[in-house]
């Protein structure tokens, strides 16, 4: 499976962008999750989805004001992201994990995308 993360960029505080992270490979079965790292912190868990669409899961950070959602015809995941703020200014990466078991956790996921960079400014 390889991932391709896009759709980052630089907006003001209240802003929103969405990420698409694009598949390829066999991707059938697969929980897909969000996750950022921004400079001198470690990375931490966003938003995930399982393979139907009908799970999803946000960090209480997030919650309510991103949206994670796939398109499994299309083989892309997205992230809706809305009212963003300066802390969320971080490098966005898309990650697969055939077992969809704890979803929160970074080593669960066997998949990364390469990021991409989302900065908000107050």
């Known amino acids: 499976v390889q991932l391709q993360a896009s759709g980052g960029g630089s907006v003001q505080a209240g802003g929103s962008l969405r990420l698409s992270c694009a598949a390829s490979?066999?991707?059938?079965?697969?929980?897909m999750g969000w996750f950022r790292q921004a400079p001198g912190k470690e990375r931490e868990f966003v938003a995930a989805?399982?393979?139907?669409?009908?799970?999803?899961y946000y960090a209480n950070s997030v919650k309510g004001r991103f949206t994670v959602s796939r398109d499994n015809a299309k083989n892309t995941v997205y992230l809706q992201m809305n009212n963003l703020r300066p802390e969320d200014t971080a490098i966005y990466y898309c990650?697969?994990?055939?077992?969809?078991?704890?979803?929160?956790?970074?080593?669960?996921?066997?998949?990364w995308g390469q990021g991409t960079l989302v900065t908000v400014s107050s």
């Open positions: 990650a697969a994990q055939l077992v969809g078991s704890e979803y929160y956790s970074g080593s669960q996921y066997g998949y």
């Open positions: 490979g066999r991707t059938f079965g697969y929980t």
């Open positions: 989805i399982g393979w139907s669409g009908g799970s999803t």
